[in-house]
């Protein structure tokens, strides 16, 4: 690979993990605000210790079928510096989003091939790609084939794919070796927990992912 990898680590809950995240290398970390989730945060009570981060990593709010309202009352708040839409938003509600000029991720759950053939059409460059599954929206520690990702990539080479779905300390290099993605985003993979991350695991990942650039 001629770029380095960023890496995104998701579903962080509490500051210790974030800065140790950061400490580690993480150039983004997630904040899961879906009340499903077993990562869930309140933003507006954990804002404090989120807005005092350091200001060179990318701080990222999953938001999962929410209200155009609600996403850009989250996109506007001073702890968030970009939203990842999670959930089932479509093509219009994220056209009428990118109108307020605000940076975002859109995630598609992929099931087969077919789940990228409209990769292009969420009105961002970034899509993050994450298994699918029938009963949760991210973070369940399941794969698709990267091959897919391969596909999405060469088909739209304007986008920036993040990979993610069920990578882990021991499988973050081959799968950017297959995939090619510009990012990688890992939740479950390094956690002892849900929600509470591992540091010897978010070490391993990181230097894993470094190794591969």
Request: proline share 6%; with cysteine.
């Amino acid at each position: 690979m001629s770029a380095r990898v960023r890496v995104k680590i998701c579903g962080l809950t509490n500051e210790a993990d974030a800065r140790a995240a950061i400490e580690l290398g993480a150039d983004a970390l997630g904040f899961n605000l879906f009340p499903g989730s077993p990562r869930c945060v309140d933003l507006d009570r954990e804002a404090a210790w989120i807005a005092a981060l350091p200001p060179f990593v990318a701080r990222v709010a999953v938001l999962v079928n929410v209200s155009l309202a609600e996403a850009r009352r989250v996109a506007e708040h001073p702890a968030i510096d970009l939203v990842q839409f999670h959930g089932d938003e479509d093509e219009p509600y994220c056209a009428e989003f990118a109108r307020l000029g605000r940076p975002f991720l859109k995630a598609l759950r992929v099931r087969d091939a077919g789940s990228v053939q409209r990769a292009d059409r969420f009105s961002t460059p970034h899509m993050l790609l994450d298994a699918h599954a029938d009963d949760a929206y991210g973070g369940t520690g399941l794969r698709f084939d990267p091959a897919i990702a391969v596909e999405a990539a060469g088909r739209f080479p304007a986008l920036r794919i993040v990979l993610a779905g069920g990578l882990r300390p021991e499988n973050v290099a081959a799968a950017m070796r297959a995939a090619r993605p510009y990012a990688v985003d890992v939740a479950s993979g390094v956690e002892s927990a849900p929600g509470r991350k591992d540091r010897e695991k978010m070490a391993a990942f990181v230097a894993a992912a470094g190794s591969e650039t």
